[in-house]
């Protein structure tokens, strides 16, 4: 039991800083939101909709991205500091090209804008934004290659205080660029596309150049020597990377085609629908920050090669996610008439939300499992099964659940929100097995390299 204790106090050590800068990394998004809304609600939908379209595909480019994290921490684990350098390097090479292939696909969709059946002036605004925040992807991927290297290392401070930062630094560059204040032109929604991209070449340059510096990381090689191309390890970072931004791809895109259901019901169920969604991705972060957490610890006791430490490091995650999203859950229940009004004064949307927010609180638990449950998996580098889980419990079964629910039996908007309590569940238990099945099969003992299967 006191190992177990060591275990969720590691764990929890290594979370808390990546809930607080995820908790940043949306504010971004928020503050971009309060500033544009400023200017009128076309601006506002242009936005809006571009950072659906966005969110799409660039968490392909995420999941490429995370790939690095368990390598790093299976070679540190290892205690092959050297090879965490190469691995840095080779993941460079891979996220930049990636990230250019990325820009180039959503170039060409934003010519496709205007098909979409859109006002025109939302359209018009759109397409231009959507091009501005296109290259921004650029050094949001050398940012995200260096977050990873570092979180991967147990390091998670260091991209916490720059993400913190980042969101003063983008509130002053909206202002500027927005408005037009200080003397520059008033650039209105292209004004916060600019200052999206100012703010990631600020985020990708401060965490190069500290990596790059402090004392820390110099035992692990993070300079830029490239001595070769290692396909070898590109193969590796890819194997993971594309099964995992395509895990991240179906969970995200369920959830956003189930909201396009959403709005063929009313305007007020997408305005709940909204409300409530928004107070879960808040607690998801906390979910995002422990399945990082413990990707990074499964994947230092997978290169020390111990079975029985990887157990203990999962199954205290799991320990920790269903009793913090219990919390959430009962948080969630006891104020569900009271926090949709911290969004809208209508009395018709804050009666939907408060029955929305209801099965929010359900799916809690499953939603912190699953997210864990892929975070253990991910450290394990096994991440073309959660791929297929995903697609299968997201799209096979929870969108036609979703339709089943909302349409053909007429419960509505609630129907659609009880299909993500489905699933995520079946997400949850099909991770959780997985693990399970790899401890059943695989037998790791630092003394003896030998697996048995």
């Not at 368990?70 to 965490?84: F, N, Q, R, T, Y």
């Not at 020597?225 to 990377?241: E, H, T």
């Not at 209508?346 to 892929?374: M, T, W």
């Amino acid at each position: 039991m006191n190992n177990y204790k060591h275990h969720i106090k590691e764990t929890i050590k290594l979370a808390y800083p990546v809930v607080i800068g995820q908790l940043g990394h949306m504010m971004l998004g928020v503050v971009d939101s309060l500033m544009v809304g400023r200017l009128g609600a076309v601006p506002l939908a242009a936005s809006s909709l571009v950072n659906g379209l966005i969110l799409l595909i660039i968490v392909l480019g995420i999941g490429m991205s995370v790939a690095l994290t368990p390598l790093v921490a299976i070679a540190k684990g290892s205690e092959k500091h050297d090879e965490c350098g190469i691995i840095l390097r080779q993941g460079l090479l891979v996220n930049i090209v990636f990230s250019f292939l990325l820009v180039v696909v959503i170039y060409f969709l934003a010519d496709l804008i205007h098909y979409l059946n859109q006002p025109v002036e939302v359209a018009q605004y759109a397409e231009s934004y959507l091009k501005i925040l296109n290259i921004s992807i650029i050094p949001f991927m050398l940012f995200q290659t260096y977050k990873q290297f570092s979180e991967g290392l147990s390091f998670t401070k260091p991209p916490m205080t720059i993400l913190i930062f980042s969101v003063f630094i983008n509130a002053f560059l909206n202002w500027i660029l927005i408005f037009g204040n200080l003397g520059l032109p008033r650039l209105e929604l292209d004004g916060a596309g600019y200052a999206t991209l100012m703010t990631r070449i600020f985020m990708a340059a401060a965490i190069f150049i500290y990596i790059r510096n402090a004392k820390s990381f110099q035992e692990f090689d993070p300079s830029l020597r490239f001595k070769s191309v290692n396909f070898k390890v590109i193969r590796k970072i890819v194997n993971i990377g594309v099964p995992g931004g395509f895990q991240m791809f179906f969970e995200v895109g369920g959830f956003s085609f189930a909201a396009i259901m959403v709005g063929w019901i009313g305007v007020n169920e997408l305005a709940a629908h909204q409300i409530a969604l928004n107070l879960a991705s808040i607690t998801f972060m906390v979910g995002l920050g422990i399945s990082i957490s413990v990707t990074i610890r499964v994947g230092n006791f997978l290169g020390k090669r111990d079975s029985v430490e990887i157990k203990k490091a999962g199954y205290s995650a799991l320990f920790i996610i269903a009793v913090i999203m219990s919390l959430f859950g009962i948080m969630f229940f006891a104020f569900r008439n009271y926090l949709p009004t911290l969004y809208i004064n209508d009395v018709e949307v804050i009666k939907i939300a408060s029955s929305l927010i209801i099965i929010a609180a359900i799916f809690q638990i499953v939603d912190g499992l699953q997210i864990v449950g892929v975070g253990i998996l991910r450290g394990l580098t096994d991440m073309k099964a959660p791929m297929v889980i995903s697609f299968i419990a997201y799209w096979v079964i929870g969108l036609p659940v979703a339709y089943l629910l909302g349409f053909i039996f007429d419960f509505g908007v609630e129907g659609i929100w009880v299909s993500f309590v489905v699933g995520l569940t079946l997400a949850a238990i099909f991770f959780i097995l997985r693990f399970r099945k790899f401890l059943k099969y695989t037998q790791l003992n630092p003394k003896n390299s030998q697996e048995k299967h």
